[in-house]
Every structure is written in structure tokens, then in C-alpha cells.
């Protein structure tokens, strides 16, 4: 039985729509709220594309979160997130994958989509927010951002290295941008696993792709030290050819 029967068979409220739809009945957050006591700090809610003014007012209130996953809006085809509502309703939102429902778990893939459901909605995405809302945006939306997000001294070291030549169309395209915005969204549109060069967690190496364009392994030290890592570092995933 899912959130929505519970709530509505709880409330006596008859839904007479299609097994899609959402039912014509009191906002659902609101409902939830009342009745469940599920909206609070913390709360990280998928999707949200069927909710109206009330159901985002509640949610701000409450120091809920949202978790935007444009994959699943253009693969289920069940509808798309309004960015620009949330925005102004203060809601903290940060970019999901969903790959229950989505593509992929790449979030350079993810923004990439991002940008085109927002495009269908008469919505921008400018690269600066898109980052965001990857890093420190999805931080706020946990309640983490005191800890990741962003390179503030005093933070986690979490973090990738990207390789702009991984493949001869993001080279060629990064080559021609005159902006580290038009960089930026180069990337945005085009990289994808195989721009990943290396992983860090907590300033140590979690993986090294070497000999990958100009990025060597030897340049990929630990962030917070001179010395060799503790333990040794293995390779990001298996060999992938350049196109």
C-alpha cells in the first residue's frame, strides 16, 4: 500500500482519478504532515512534481528537503520538477539520480538532463546553479553543508578530478570555450564516467584512473599530505577507450 492509499484511506478521502494522477483531495504534504508527522529537518522527499503552493509552504516551514531527479522525470514520463517554484518558496532542493527510475548515477550526466527539463518549462539552468546544486545545494538539503559542499578549510576533502580531454568531443568542445562558465558547461553537457580521473574521500584517494589526458597518477597525491596513502589506491573501474 503506498504513502498515498494510507493517507487517503486514513482521511476518507476518495481519489477518482487515474492510477497516475493525483488524487483531488488537500495538498498530499500537508496530508502526510498531519497525519504522519513525516515533514521535518532532514526529510529529503523525491521528485515532488505533483504538489501545489500549500504543499511547498509546509515544506519550507518544516525544513524539509527536495531531491530533484531529472532522469526519472524524463524516464517515467510522470511529470516534471519546477525548479523555479521551489526557489522561491525557500525550499532547500539538491540533485538526485534515482536510478530506481532514472539513467544513470553520473551526476555530470544528471545535470545534463536537469538543464533539459528545465528547458521544457521555460526554466534556465545557468552551470553555476547546476553546480550547486550538486555540491553544496545537496548538502543543505542533509544538513551537511557544515561538513561538505564545498572546499571551506575545515571541510571533509570529498571530491573528484575531472579530465577535460577524456574524450576528443569534450576536448575539441572545451578547447573552444572562452569562459570557465563555457567550460563548465561543457562538461555539463558532455562528460560523463569517463571524464572521472581520480576520487577522493576525506583528502585521501579512493581511486586513480592513470594515464588519462594530461593527468597522471603521480600528480594524484593525497590532498593533505606529501606522503604516499595509507592504503593502496586501486583504479577507477576498468580500462575504457577514448572515442
Known sequence: MSMYTRILAKTGTKWTGSAGSVPDAPAVTSMSNRHYGLLRQRAVFAHRRHVDDEDRRT????????????????????????????????????????????????????????????????????????????????????????????????????????????????????????????????????????????????GLPGCIRANRGRISASRLAPAHATGPPRVPVPACGPAIQRR
Open 59 to 202: 515544506l519550507a516551514a518544516a525544513g524539509g528537503a527536495i531531491a530533484f531527479c531529472p532522469t526519472s522525470n524524463l524516464f517515467l514520463g510522470s511529470g516534471l520538477f519546477d525548479l523555479e517554484a521551489a526557489r522561491l518558496h525557500g525550499i532547500r532542493t539538491g540533485i538526485g539520480s534515482d536510478v530506481g527510475g532514472g539513467t544513470t548515477l553520473n551526476l555530470l550526466r544528471t545535470l545534463s538532463e536537469a538543464y533539459k527539463v528545465l528547458q521544457l518549462q521555460g526554466q534556465s539552468l545557468p552551470v553555476w546553479r547546476a553546480l550547486y546544486l550538486a555540491t553544496l545545494g545537496a548538502a543543505r538539503a542533509l544538513y551537511l553543508d557544515d561538513r561538505i559542499g564545498n572546499f571551506t578549510s575545515g571541510k571533509e576533502a570529498d571530491f573528484i578530478v575531472i579530465d577535460t580531454t577524456a574524450t576528443s568531443l569534450l576536448a575539441r568542445r572545451i578547447g573552444k570555450a572562452q569562459t570557465a562558465a563555457g567550460r563548465m558547461f561543457a562538461l555539463m553537457m558532455l562528460a560523463d564516467d569517463r571524464a572521472i580521473a581520480a576520487t577522493y574521500v576525506s
